[in-house]
């Protein structure tokens, strides 16, 4: 599991001084960005190889709101990868008061030049990698 951590601001907020909760799901990617990084794969090589990995599906469950300064953590790890679809978990926190303010996946399918693309031909050393990470939880 990788820790992303983010301060609520001004602008993320609604007129009731909640965020408001299309922050959340930008929140995920966000994390999601995160995790491919330390992960050793980032955006921006996989998109220089020719792969991409859109958002296939998205759900999220908001419990309790965050405001304004609200230092927050969004911890995300892998769901489950087939190596053709990758779906990630997040619990979004409140850093100081522990609450879980939200809870939610993302599905992904890999796309190499426009069409599906299946890890292990594509990149196998990323596919290996996704697999012992998967092993490890």
Same mark, same amino acid.
């Given at each position: 599991?990788?820790?992303?951590?983010?301060? @609520?601001?001004?602008?993320?907020?609604?007129?009731? +001084?909640?965020?408001?909760?299309?922050? &959340?799901?930008?929140?995920? !990617?966000?994390?999601?960005?995160?995790?491919?990084?330390?992960?050793?794969?980032?955006?921006?090589?996989?998109?220089?190889?020719?792969?991409?990995?859109?958002?296939?599906?998205?759900?999220?469950?908001?419990?309790?709101?965050?405001?304004?300064?609200?230092?927050?953590? @969004?911890?995300?790890?892998?769901?489950?990868?087939? +190596?053709?679809?990758?779906?990630?978990? &997040?619990?979004?926190?409140? !850093?100081?008061?522990?609450?879980?303010?939200?809870?939610?996946?993302?599905?992904?399918?890999?796309?190499?030049?426009?069409?599906?693309?299946?890890?292990?031909?594509?990149?196998?050393?990323?596919?290996?990698?996704?697999?012992?990470?998967?092993?490890?939880?």
């Amino acid at each position: 599991m990788y820790s992303y951590k983010r301060t @609520v601001f001004y602008h993320e907020t609604d007129k009731m +001084g909640i965020t408001h909760h299309s922050n &959340y799901i930008k929140w995920m !990617e966000e994390a999601r960005v995160y995790f491919l990084e330390q992960f050793g794969a980032p955006f921006d090589q996989l998109e220089a190889k020719g792969i991409a990995s859109p958002v296939a599906g998205l759900s999220i469950d908001y419990r309790k709101p965050c405001t304004f300064a609200d230092h927050m953590v @969004v911890e995300v790890e892998v769901k489950s990868y087939t +190596g053709v679809k990758l779906e990630f978990e &997040y619990t979004i926190k409140n !850093e100081t008061t522990g609450d879980i303010c939200a809870t939610g996946t993302s599905r992904h399918c890999f796309l190499y030049g426009g069409s599906i693309g299946v890890m292990q031909k594509v990149d196998p050393e990323l596919h290996a990698r996704f697999l012992k990470y998967m092993e490890n939880k």
